[in-house]
């Protein structure tokens, strides 16, 4: 009685687990608690879900049984808002257990962070800011990101930030910066493109030069989103990272030229504000399969062309 | 040597680009931060504007997500003014917004222009122990059966463990009517309340359940919270109120599912 009693047991504790959906060449959407219900009766969605992980941090209820209804049936991608990896301060081992606790539960296909910080002393100001380029920022922001991946035992993709304002005192560029902290870290990145759009505009750079110093090779994840329009003190276009609307036009050609170079890469289409139906949203996640499909065929016929 | 090294350091901490660029973000009064300038010489105030208004914006939309029906009760644009003053005042501590805010009922009483709606503070109290109960533990409730467990001789010193979620919120005004009513997109209708009211928070499933407490019953359930027995909780709220219900009141404690399990007494 016990030898069969015991195996059954052990399979039940291995069916908590949650099936590996594989996350490759899928394009995804941030996940909504208001759309949930119309995912879940929608038989012919095929993406992936990316969750901010603080907004599952609480001990339970409803946020964590819809995650748990998602992850069950599709790839998730778990995207951190507030390590505060960019600043000079200390990690705060309460929220880093915290996220390591979420990526044990959910084992999600991808796992990201932000080249940036949101908190001082103890203050949480909930935006993404800005740091200096430095030999000094880059030593610490490599040791916050090596404490982060010893902490949840696998590496994370890291994210470019979308800034307003420069430092003076930078020493290095952007994708400078990021190259040394992949080379340092090991850590894998995560293209915002309308971030780089949004940065090459209000810098006054061109977004396919900072492409081309990008390390591509790294990349692990795409985010796509919408962006709004105001005027620096000059005048001039200043575009604000305002996730509010669809993807501009500009960002689309960026993204076929991405992917035209790095194969179908995992992308995320964000709408955090000013939130549409889901059908809006999905239309977007189509349009971002639709090029990653034709690209993956692309390779596809290359190959077997290589073959023959 | 060392040491020097070590405070120069140390110094170095403490006036970095944070702590440059924070004390404005909250405070339209103090000048840029020196750290930062626009690119190729261009100026940095409306850029460095776009971070004060993220900042600020976010986390009075924060406030607006937690407290619905207060600001139904208030209008927008008077939520808003308020709840820039207490963002400003007592911004968060925790990356999780979803703990923000536990000050703003006691800021909302001693807000000047509320003082006309002294229930106001209350309401957010019903509002802010809401989201409390959706986020906490996922715990079963106590069952009628696991109750009737203990011999009724042993009841009187039995004590109750509360469910992570259960929360009581006590008003001197028709607070949870007042909730109610502004809680839902309906149309307000007349609220006829003008009674205290205590409320009882709870969270059995996936729902938050909002009850009003019977005479006596919030002095009977914060007694058996705070860890004291049947017998002395319901002693309590039978000096408070001579109409105590105690059957009806240990019925609801069971069907609200404020608490997981009883401990029979010795």
């Given at each position: ?119 001082h002393?103890?203050t949480?100001f909930?935006d993404?800011l ?35 304002v ?143 | ?16 680009y944070a702590s440059d660029f924070t004390p404005a973000l909250l405070d339209p009064e103090r000048p840029l931060p020196s750290v930062v ?7 940095a105030g409306?850029r460095y504007n776009v971070y004060r208004n993220?900042v600020t ?31 400003r ?178």
């Amino acid at each position: 009685m016990n030898e069969l009693v015991i195996p059954r047991a052990a399979r039940a504790l291995a069916d908590l687990r949650f099936p590996a959906h594989s996350i490759a060449g899928l394009a995804g959407t941030s996940l909504k608690p208001e759309h949930l219900l119309s995912i879940l009766a929608d038989d012919t969605q095929s993406g992936f879900f990316e969750a901010h992980a603080e907004n599952y941090m609480g001990a339970g209820g409803p946020p964590h049984h819809s995650l748990a209804l998602i992850r069950r049936d599709y790839p998730v991608s778990l995207h951190g808002v507030c390590m505060s990896i960019g600043g000079p301060q200390s990690l705060d081992k309460t929220h880093l257990a915290r996220f390591k606790a979420l990526i044990d539960r959910y084992e999600p296909a991808l796992v990201s962070e932000h080249l940036a910080w949101s908190t001082h002393n103890t203050t949480y100001f909930n935006d993404l800011l800005p740091l200096p380029y430095t030999a000094e920022t880059l030593a610490r922001v490599a040791d916050h990101i090596d404490q982060v991946q010893e902490v949840i035992r696998r590496p994370i993709l890291l994210e470019n930030p979308s800034t307003y304002v420069v430092f003076p005192q930078s020493t290095m560029s952007e994708t400078d910066f990021i190259r040394r902290l992949v080379r340092r870290t090991g850590c894998g990145l995560l293209l915002d493109i309308n971030n780089v759009f949004v940065s090459a505009t209000n810098h006054g750079y061109s977004a396919l030069t900072y492409l081309a110093d990008f390390p591509l090779d790294h990349i692990g994840e795409i985010h796509l989103a919408g962006h709004a329009k105001q005027a620096d003190d000059e005048g001039e276009l200043l575009l604000i990272d305002s996730h509010d609307g669809p993807v501009a036009d500009a960002v689309w050609i960026l993204f076929e030229i991405v992917i035209g170079q790095c194969g179908p890469i995992p992308t995320l289409v964000e709408w955090d504000s000013a939130i549409p139906d889901w059908p809006i949203l999905k239309a977007e996640a189509v349009a971002a399969q639709a090029i990653l499909d034709r690209h993956s065929q692309i390779l596809m016929s290359g190959r077997a062309n290589a073959v023959r | 040597m060392q040491s020097v090294d070590r405070q120069i350091h140390f110094l170095g901490n403490r006036r970095s680009y944070a702590s440059d660029f924070t004390p404005a973000l909250l405070d339209p009064e103090r000048p840029l931060p020196s750290v930062v300038s626009g690119p190729n010489g261009k100026a940095a105030g409306k850029r460095y504007n776009v971070y004060r208004n993220n900042v600020t914006v976010s986390l009075i939309n924060a406030l607006a997500a937690t407290f619905p029906a207060t600001q139904r009760i208030t209008g927008v644009d008077f939520f808003r003014a308020m709840a820039r003053f207490h963002v400003r005042a007592t911004p968060p501590t925790s990356p999780l917004l979803f703990e923000y805010g536990h000050e703003f009922p006691t800021f909302i009483e001693r807000y000047e222009y509320a003082q006309a709606m002294p229930w106001l503070g209350d309401v957010a109290r019903i509002e802010r122990a809401w989201l409390d109960a959706y986020h906490a533990a996922d715990e079963t409730p106590l069952s009628p059966q696991g109750l009737s467990s203990i011999p009724p001789e042993r009841l009187a010193e039995s004590i109750l463990t509360t469910h992570p979620a259960t929360r009581i919120v006590c008003s001197g005004f028709p607070a949870i009517s007042i909730f109610a009513a502004n809680r839902k997109d309906n149309p307000v209708s007349q609220i006829e309340a003008s009674e205290p009211e205590d409320a009882l928070i709870t969270r059995p499933g996936f729902e938050v359940v909002v009850r009003h407490l019977p005479l006596g019953g919030a002095v009977f359930l914060s007694h058996l919270i705070a860890g004291k027995t049947l017998g002395s909780a319901a002693s309590a709220a039978f000096e408070e109120n001579s109409q105590f219900d105690l059957p009806a009141s240990i019925a609801g404690m069971i069907e609200s599912g404020a608490f997981t399990s009883v401990t029979q007494g010795e």
